[in-house]
C-alpha cells in the first residue's frame, strides 16, 4: 500500500510538469483551431537555462565545443549559422531570440562560454528551443 502512495505521488508530480510544459506550448497556439482539454495559461512562463554557447552546426555534425573550438564557434554564429545552448548533461536546446529575431548577436560575445539564458523554453518535433530575452555568464570557478 504504501509504493502505491509513492507511485501515485511520483505520477502526479510527473504529470503536473508535464501539464505545465504542455501548457507553455498552449499558450503559444492560441487561436489555433481543434486545441481542446487542457486550460490556457494566460502567464507566459519563462525559464532560465545554464550551459556553454554552441554553434549547432559544429556541435550536432562534428560533436565540436569547448574552449578549443571558440574561434570556429565564434565564426560559425557571427556567419549566422544556428547557435544553441548545450547544458551540463549535455540536452541541446536551440536559441532564438525573442520576437522572431535571430539570437545570434546577442550569443556571440559568449561563444563556447558557460551562460545563463532566460526565455521561453518550449519542445516540438523533436527539438528543445528556448527564445533567449536575456543572457547572462556565469563566472568560470
Ligand atoms: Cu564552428
New binding site residues.
Given amino acids: 500500500m504504501k509504493y502505491i502512495k509513492i507511485a501515485a505521488f511520483v505520477f502526479m508530480a510527473v504529470f503536473a510538469t508535464a501539464a505545465t510544459t504542455h501548457a507553455q506550448a498552449m499558450k503559444s497556439m492560441k487561436g489555433m483551431k481543434g486545441m481542446s482539454g487542457m486550460s490556457m495559461s494566460s502567464k507566459v512562463k519563462t525559464t532560465t537555462i545554464k550551459g556553454e554557447v554552441v554553434?549547432l552546426?559544429?556541435y550536432l555534425s562534428k560533436g565540436?565545443h569547448g574552449k578549443s573550438?571558440e574561434q570556429?564557434?565564434r565564426?560559425?554564429i557571427r556567419g549566422g549559422l544556428p547557435v544553441g545552448i548545450l547544458t551540463k548533461s549535455g540536452e541541446v536546446y536551440l536559441a532564438i531570440g525573442a520576437n522572431h529575431k535571430p539570437a545570434n548577436s546577442m550569443l556571440l560575445p559568449y561563444a563556447a562560454k558557460q551562460v545563463d539564458v532566460t526565455g521561453n523554453v518550449e519542445r516540438r518535433g523533436g527539438v528543445d528551443i528556448v527564445a533567449v530575452s536575456s543572457v547572462k555568464p556565469v563566472s568560470a570557478k
Fill in positions: 554553434d552546426a559544429c565540436l573550438h570556429c564557434a565564426a560559425c
